[in-house]
């Protein structure tokens, strides 16, 4: 009857559907019915009005219909629902780590990904994991979809049925780029994937330097890009050394972007803020950055200015 995307997407249409087909004819029964007795029961001249008390017949129907009706949506949601909690010992692991506001998943062994790939056809089992606030992890095409939370284990899996790319949502409001928490999963053959994950092993050998290393552990690289985009907040790019127009206050003052501005601007935000960017979005990262790590950043950001000289 289906082909749904993942093998699980079929046990979720067919709860879906069957709601959706009993909710439909009775909205268009109960309004029929409705409409009918209106004009049927309306006062009509010369005619006394009918009085009706009791009927155990109608009771019972309209008591055991309704019932037999949940009793069976019950009972086909949780067809589709179990297997979803029981993993099949073979599946391979991924990780998945939500941060705000972007998807990245870890394949063990420092090999890291923006996007989801996976082979075809083999069954897979997504750990959840948030290293902030409480997100969702949802794959609208698999009919997969778990909270996010931090502290709190969770996980989901399915088996891909197709080759084909799909899209991974954050389906939990979780801040001012929620709506741009959207990753990508491409499902490809095993050998293509092989290939794939060698590639990735390759890339996770070469060292990174430290401070873009720290840069994307704390999450700055999600509201400050390094190549000149603006984000939420002003880019890093040529930021070392710079002259800056800054808001302090109700005044606005020009000031150099050394080692003591940066560390400024990462332990008080609001203190300084770079003209045309709001107050109040950026938290003190000061329970997260000593100020040697400051130091490596900012070693790591003279670098990026000599790349883009
Ligand atoms: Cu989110």
Same mark, same amino acid.
């Given at each position: 009857?289906?082909?749904?995307?993942?093998?699980?997407?079929?046990?979720?249409?067919?709860?879906?559907?069957?709601?959706?087909?009993?909710?439909?004819?009775?909205?268009?029964?109960?309004?029929? %019915?409705?409409?009918?007795?209106?004009?049927?029961?309306?006062?009509?001249?010369?005619?006394?009005?009918?009085?009706?008390?009791?009927?155990?017949?109608?009771?019972?129907?309209?008591?055991?219909?309704?019932?037999?009706?949940?009793?069976?949506? %019950?009972?086909?949601?949780?067809?589709?629902?179990?297997?979803?909690?029981?993993?099949?010992?073979?599946? @391979?692991?991924?990780?998945?780590?939500?941060?705000?506001?972007?998807?990245?998943?870890?394949?063990?062994?420092? @090999?890291?990904?923006?996007? =989801?790939?996976?082979?075809?056809?083999?069954?897979?089992?997504?750990?959840?994991?948030?290293?902030?606030?409480?997100?969702?992890?949802?794959?609208?095409?698999?009919?997969?979809?778990?909270?996010?939370?931090?502290?709190?284990?969770?996980?989901?899996?399915?088996?891909?049925? &197709?080759?084909? #790319?799909?899209?991974?949502?954050?389906?939990?409001?979780?801040?001012?780029?929620?709506?741009? @928490?959207?990753?990508?999963?491409?499902?490809?053959?095993?050998?293509? &994937? #092989?290939?794939?994950?060698?590639?990735?092993?390759?890339?996770? =050998?070469?060292?990174?330097?430290?401070?873009?290393?720290?840069?994307?552990?704390?999450?700055?690289?999600?509201?400050?890009?390094?190549?000149?985009?603006?984000?939420?907040?002003?880019?890093?790019?040529?930021?070392?050394?710079?002259?800056?127009?800054?808001?302090?206050?109700?005044?606005?003052?020009?000031?150099?972007?050394?080692?003591?501005?940066?560390?400024?601007?990462?332990?008080?935000?609001?203190?300084?803020?770079?003209?045309?960017?709001?107050?109040?979005?950026?938290?003190?990262?000061?329970? =997260?950055?000593?100020?040697? #790590?400051?130091?490596?950043?900012?070693?790591?950001?003279?670098?990026?200015?000599?790349?883009?000289?």
């Amino acid at each position: 009857m289906f082909s749904g995307a993942s093998n699980l997407a079929d046990g979720v249409d067919r709860a879906f559907l069957f709601i959706f087909i009993i909710a439909f004819i009775f909205i268009i029964g109960i309004s029929a %019915f409705m409409i009918w007795t209106v004009i049927h029961f309306a006062r009509k001249k010369g005619k006394a009005p009918m009085q009706f008390s009791g009927s155990t017949t109608l009771e019972i129907v309209w008591t055991v219909i309704p019932l037999i009706l949940v009793m069976l949506m %019950f009972w086909i949601g949780w067809k589709g629902f179990a297997p979803m909690r029981r993993v099949p010992a073979d599946a @391979m692991k991924v990780t998945a780590i939500g941060r705000m506001w972007e998807w990245e998943f870890d394949y063990g062994d420092g @090999m890291r990904s923006k996007e =989801l790939v996976l082979p075809v056809g083999k069954p897979v089992r997504i750990d959840l994991f948030s290293e902030d606030v409480n997100h969702s992890f949802f794959i609208p095409a698999f009919r997969v979809k778990e909270d996010v939370v931090p502290g709190y284990e969770n996980y989901l899996w399915f088996t891909p049925n &197709y080759i084909g #790319d799909y899209e991974v949502l954050c389906t939990e409001y979780c801040g001012l780029l929620h709506s741009a @928490m959207v990753s990508k999963t491409r499902i490809v053959e095993q050998g293509e &994937y #092989d290939r794939w994950l060698a590639e990735l092993r390759t890339a996770s =050998l070469v060292p990174e330097p430290a401070g873009l290393v720290l840069l994307r552990n704390t999450g700055c690289l999600a509201c400050h890009s390094l190549d000149g985009t603006k984000l939420v907040g002003p880019s890093f790019k040529g930021l070392y050394g710079e002259q800056r127009n800054v808001v302090s206050g109700n005044a606005e003052k020009s000031v150099t972007a050394d080692e003591a501005y940066i560390v400024n601007a990462i332990y008080n935000p609001d203190e300084e803020i770079v003209a045309g960017y709001p107050k109040g979005l950026m938290k003190s990262y000061k329970s =997260l950055l000593l100020v040697s #790590d400051i130091s490596i950043i900012t070693d790591y950001l003279k670098t990026l200015n000599e790349v883009n000289k």
